[in-house]
Each structure stands twice: as C-alpha cells, then as structure tokens.
DNA sequence: GCTACTATCTATAAGCT
DNA sequence: TAGCTTATAGATAGTAG
C-alpha cells in the first residue's frame, strides 16, 4: 500500500528501516485502538523500536492486566509453559517445604520444652529421656569450665570440652590446629554415619544434629 | 475501507462484532507481522476475542522473551509499577524470612541435641541446665505413667501428666471435660504471658513453648 | 465460527520540503 | 529527523454461502 509493493524482508537501510517502523507502528496502534474500541475486547501490544525504545498499546484495560489475564490462563490455552507462573509456583513450593521444616522442628522444640504429652511409649520415652540426660552432661561440664574461667580470669587460653553424646567441635580448634582439625573430621564422619543410621531407622526420637551445619 | 465509513464505537450486533474481530485480528496480525520482519523487532500482541478467547502474535522471539523483556524494564521506561515482579520478590522474601526461621530453631535444637559450646556464661548454664531438668522430669513422670498403662492392659481411661514446667493439655483432656477445658485455657493465657515476658527480656534461653500451637 | 466477492475506504512507500 | 503529498497497495464492510 505505496507506491510499489515492498517486499517482506528486513529493511536494511537503517533510516529507512526507522522511518517505516514509526509509520507503520502508529497504523498498528490505530487498528489495534480501533478494534478494541469496535469489538469491546482486552488487547495488549508491546513493540520494541529498532533502536530498543517500548511502544505500548492496551485498551480500556491498563496493559498489565492484560497480561495478567494471559499470564493466568492455563498452559494449554496458551500452548505454551508459562515461565513466570512456574517461577512462582517454584517460590510458593519452597515456602510450603520451609513452613513444613519449621513445624518439624518446633514439634522437636517441644519435647525440650516441656511437652511430654508427644511420647506415646516408653521405648520412646526412654530414648527422650537418654538424649536429655546427656545434654544435659554437656551443659553442666561446660558450665564447669565456665566457672573455672571466671575464676582464672588471668588464664586467656581458649577451653575445650567434648560431649560424651557427641564431639562437638569449636572454631577456635580448627583455626589453631589443622592437623587436629584433620583427626576431628574423620571421627566426625563416622559419627555423623552412627547417627544418620539410628535416625534413618526411627532409634532418635529427634533427628541427630546436623554436623555439616556447624 | 469497506463499502461504508465504519464509526468507530462498539458494534451492539453480536454475530457482526464476532465477524469484524475475526477479520480485523488476521488484518492486525498481518500488519504486526510484517512490521516485526519489515523492521526486524521485538513485537507482541495479545488478544481476547469477545467471547474470551485468546489470540496471540510474536516475531522471532517467543512471546515469553517479549513480555519478560517488558517486565525486566525498568519502572520508568514502562511507566507503571509491576505486581509480577513485586509478587516474585514477596515471595522470596517470604523464604529467606523462613530460613532464617530454619537457622534459628537449628540453633536452638543444638543446645538441646549436644552442642553446650554455644552457651558463654555461667549464668546462661544454669538456665539450660534448668530448662533441661524440666524436660527431663516432664519425660520421666510420662514414662512412670506410660509403664503403668502398659501394666493394667484391662483399663481404657486416658490417663493425664502435668509438667512442672508448664502445664500441657492433651486433646483427649479437651475432648472429655469441656468444662476443664476452659480452666485449662484460662490458666493456659497466664502461662503463656510469663514465657513471653521471660523470653522477651531474654531471660528464657530458648524460645517459650508457643502454646497457640499445640 | 470460516471463505469468497468486491466496492470502497485506509495505510503507506516514495518523494519532496 | 520530522512532516506533508500522492499514487497505489492493502484492508475490510457488507453480503452470500
């Protein structure tokens, strides 16, 4: 519709390819106007200049939801996946994965925390009560060290203490002493393995802690 | 262009609005398509028809690339905000708020499953040692209890255990005695303030049993 | 909802300012 | 780069199937 017929084809001619790009992107923003007006319809048209530069037309709708409506629509309507949506869908799956966790955990706070009523037999029961009776060694041996520190308050050297449940490593042993370090690692991968054993087999009422998090 | 000047406002006659839409789509199609190889740029165009079906057009690229380089734009070159990308990022902050959650309980659960190393002071000893001792009696007293029924096989009444440290209610508790119950939740409130008001003032170690949750 | 026809209207290529 | 002009290609309203 010019004087002569134009072929399909990019217009390499860069001003020429702008300057029928503007002519030809109002036309397309007219007809699109005019038919959203004509037929009442939702309509969305993004454009991008040769130069980068966003045209946008939407009717009576603002473009957004246009495109939320697209968005929205289930993927065979669309005939296509639709990676927002299963972007969200990813985020809203891992908020459930972490809101479940959270409840796991609390549930375990709980025993600790005075809610007995969880044990339901004294095989477990008795497993409960050994796991407390052991952390709570461990904190009356480091309350013990504390108090010896409090008392020596000359003595700058760094205290260590071990678990009887478990060694329990600290950071200022790694940092002064790799080749102790080394020995520490080792045994704790074996007891690392003893405790993912008694918890994969329901032995810990509570699953072990978890060394790596350390 | 057609045998008579078209208004341009809503065609009232249904079947002659479904028409127009269908040959005025294919026209805005056409016209989108040759400007998007005319000019060789990013285009899309998204229609609903009137009875709500979707038709859509892209050049070269998807439609997803077109719309997220939209949405990627900053708010100032598409000149209105973007409730995806604010959805997306609610949605990870949501996350990172629940492995924090996650990092907190961990750590808490530590004290509990063997690491003491986490307590500096002897002051902070001696109330886990307490919290602990707690724990144990409520888990002991439950295992004299959970003995005696393993003994009388014959007697079907629920037997109920108070700790020391907080008073647990049982749902069995609230199913039989609906009267004991609001007791129960009374006294329940007067609890909870005291663990909220010890662990706001950092008096409890360990965050109090959330008594909402059981 | 689609295709075909065709008179008529519209968009626009090329050229000019 | 942006508008204007104009000859012409293209789109489409009305109609029928």
Same mark, same amino acid.
């Given at each position: 519709?010019?004087?002569?017929?134009?072929?399909?084809?990019?217009?390499?001619?860069?001003?020429?390819?702008?300057?029928?790009?503007?002519?030809?992107?109002?036309?397309?923003?007219?007809?699109?106007?005019?038919?959203?007006?004509?037929?009442?319809?939702?309509?969305?048209?993004?454009?991008?200049?040769?130069?980068?530069?966003?045209?946008?037309?939407?009717?009576?709708?603002?473009?957004?939801? @246009? &495109? !939320?409506?697209?968005?929205? /629509?289930?993927?065979?309507?669309?005939?296509?996946?639709?990676?927002?949506?299963? %972007?969200?869908?990813?985020?809203?799956?891992?908020?459930?994965?972490?809101?479940?966790?959270?409840?796991?955990?609390?549930?375990?706070?709980?025993?600790?925390?005075?809610?007995?009523?969880?044990?339901?037999?004294?095989?477990?029961?008795?497993?409960?009560?050994?796991?407390?009776?052991?952390a709570l060694n461990c904190v009356r041996s480091r309350k013990? @060290? &504390? !108090?010896?520190?409090?008392? /020596?308050?000359?003595?700058?050297?760094?205290?260590?203490?071990?678990?009887?449940? %478990?060694?329990?490593?600290?950071?200022?042993?790694?940092?002064?002493?790799?080749?102790?370090?080394?020995?520490?690692?080792?045994?704790?991968?074996?007891?690392?393995?003893?405790?993912?054993?008694?918890?994969?087999?329901?032995?810990?009422?509570?699953?072990?802690?978890?060394?790596?998090?350390?």
């Amino acid at each position: 519709m010019g004087r002569v017929k134009l072929q399909i084809k990019k217009i390499e001619n860069t001003t020429n390819r702008q300057v029928t790009y503007s002519k030809r992107r109002n036309g397309l923003i007219k007809k699109a106007y005019e038919l959203s007006i004509l037929c009442d319809i939702d309509i969305a048209l993004l454009m991008f200049s040769p130069s980068g530069r966003l045209s946008m037309f939407s009717g009576n709708k603002r473009i957004e939801d @246009v &495109l !939320e409506r697209y968005v929205n /629509l289930p993927e065979h309507e669309r005939g296509r996946p639709n990676t927002v949506v299963s %972007q969200i869908e990813d985020l809203q799956l891992e908020v459930n994965k972490f809101r479940n966790k959270v409840e796991e955990l609390e549930k375990k706070l709980r025993i600790f925390e005075g809610d007995s009523l969880i044990i339901t037999s004294v095989h477990q029961a008795e497993y409960h009560e050994h796991v407390l009776e052991e952390a709570l060694n461990c904190v009356r041996s480091r309350k013990e @060290v &504390l !108090e010896q520190q409090q008392d /020596l308050t000359s003595n700058s050297s760094t205290e260590q203490i071990f678990c009887h449940m %478990q060694n329990v490593h600290s950071n200022g042993f790694l940092a002064t002493s790799p080749h102790h370090a080394a020995d520490w690692l080792s045994q704790r991968d074996t007891q690392s393995d003893i405790f993912n054993f008694l918890d994969l087999n329901g032995l810990l009422p509570l699953r072990s802690l978890k060394l790596d998090d350390i």
